[in-house]
Nanobody, 117 residues
Framework: QVQLVETGGGLVQAGGSLRLSCAASGSISSINDMGWYRQGLGEQRDLVAI???????NYADSVKGRFTISRDNGKNTVNLQMNSLKPEDTAVYYC???????????WGQGTQVTVSS
């Protein structure tokens, strides 16, 4: 079993920055993808950014150039630096880990990000 714990959400004004962190613990495969999804009120959960254990990153078009994902394989952590935040970035952000070998997927409990205009 794998546990994911997110920290760093909060309230920020438009144009501001926040940094989300996620720590994974438990039976973690060394080959995995980690990343972030988000879900706005009444909306589906969408990919924000994902990074492989080889440090290849992909971003949703809506956050490219503003958000940066990074990871520390030794500490099993993934971070999301969010700059130039917009009100439309308001959502619950979920940390995500997927084992590539058996495709098992794990989710954090979510952290609220609210961007005021």
């Amino acid at each position: 079993q794998v546990q994911l714990v997110e920290t760093g959400g909060g309230l920020v004004q438009a144009g501001g920055s926040l940094r989300l962190s996620c720590a994974a613990s438990g039976s973690i495969s060394s080959i995995n993808d980690m990343g972030w999804y988000r879900q706005g009120l009444g909306e589906q959960r969408d990919l924000v950014a994902i990074i492989t254990s080889g440090n290849n990153a992909n971003y949703a078009d809506s956050v490219k150039g503003r958000f940066t994902i990074s990871r520390d394989n030794g500490k099993n952590t993934v971070n999301l630096q969010m700059n130039s935040l917009k009100p439309e970035d308001t959502a619950v952000y979920y940390c995500y880990l997927k084992h590539i070998t058996d495709t098992r997927t794990y989710w954090g409990q979510g952290t609220q990000v609210t961007v005021s205009s």
